[in-house]
């Protein structure tokens, strides 16, 4: 099954099942482990234009935390009226493997099937955002099944969303299997470190080789640089748009679960990812996500 999920997403690249709309805005967070990337989006959140679309590639799911949203005990209801627990992406490559969503979608080719089944059991929505997590993957195997999904997602229903999100797993893994192949903007959170200096480099080279296409390339330092590092940022020829301040209350309301969109407006962390954003040139909406 999963040569026919690999099949399903060759077939979807080369010739779309449906004529869909373009999607909206693709904004992708990169960067290595621990530098703040989950962070960036979740607070990005609260400012971008909606109708938003939230894609978390991370296995660890520390968007979904950052949101409040839980994803073990979430029910959703489908568009026949079923209550079920929401799936991750894994979760649903692991029922197509097993083929028991596919029995409930009785005949058809997977490239008909997958994106509904992405749309009727993946999606969480609140009033602002859309929620669409990879997850970890309990069954054997690698990811890849799970990336051949997630090559749906931004085709089938991308259209709907004024912006979409990605928030990426740690180092160059993503870049290199083209999980997001185009992207209009890809920011790359720091930390002040030699290592970091050397992933803006390896970033550039990846995307480069594979065939990953961007507008914009940012940098974005965490709130551990200093005057000194981030000089040395705004030296280094690609275009630094600043730092997200420190505020004690994100690692908070992260160690007891409580979600960042609850941090008020006058929050550091929160004026200094909006000041990002608006020198990449977003337009700011005035209304934070709830």
């Known amino acids: 099954m999963e040569d026919k999920i ?11 099942s449906a004529a869909p709309e373009k999607p909206g805005n693709i904004i992708v967070a990169t960067g290595r482990g621990g530098t703040g990337k989950s962070t960036f989006v979740a607070l990005a959140s609260r400012y971008l ?34 209550e079920v627990k929401i799936k991750t ?14 029995m409930e979608l009785g005949g058809g080719i997977p490239a008909v099937k997958i994106p509904l089944l992405l749309e009727w059991y993946t999606r969480y929505s609140s009033e602002k955002f859309t929620l669409i997590s990879l997850g970890p993957r309990w069954t ?6 799970a990336n051949y999904l997630f090559e749906f997602v931004i085709p089938s229903i991308g259209g709907d969303y004024a912006n979409i999100i990605v928030d990426s797993p740690a180092g160059l893994e993503h870049l290199n ?27 550039r080279k990846i995307t480069g080789e594979v065939g990953i296409s961007y507008k914009h390339f940012y940098l974005v330092g965490n709130y551990e640089f200093d005057d000194e590092a981030e000089a040395s ?7 630094y748009l600043g730092k997200m301040d420190y505020d004690a209350r994100v690692k908070d309301y992260n160690l007891k679960g ?33």
């Open 177 to 203: 299997r083209k999980v997001i192949p185009d992207m209009d903007d890809l920011f790359l959170v720091l930390d002040p470190s030699m290592k970091s200096m050397k992933h803006v480099a390896r970033v």
């Open 6 to 16: 690999a099949g399903a997403a060759k077939l979807e690249r080369l010739a779309p």
């Open 140 to 145: 054997a195997g690698d990811y890849r099944a």
């Open 49 to 82: 234009t909606p109708p938003l679309l939230l894609l978390d590639i991370d296995p660890d799911q520390s968007l979904a935390d950052m949101l409040g949203v839980d994803l073990e005990t979430t029910r959703i209801k489908t568009d026949i009226g079923r």
């Open 233 to 239: 940022l705004k030296r280094s020829g690609e275009t």
């Open 89 to 102: 992406v894994s979760d649903l490559t692991r029922d197509i493997v097993d083929e028991d969503a596919f």
């Open 258 to 290: 409580v979600s960042l969109l609850n941090l008020p407006d006058s929050s550091p962390a929160c004026l200094s990812v909006r000041r990002i954003l608006a020198e990449a040139g977003y337009k700011i909406s005035l209304t934070s996500t709830a």
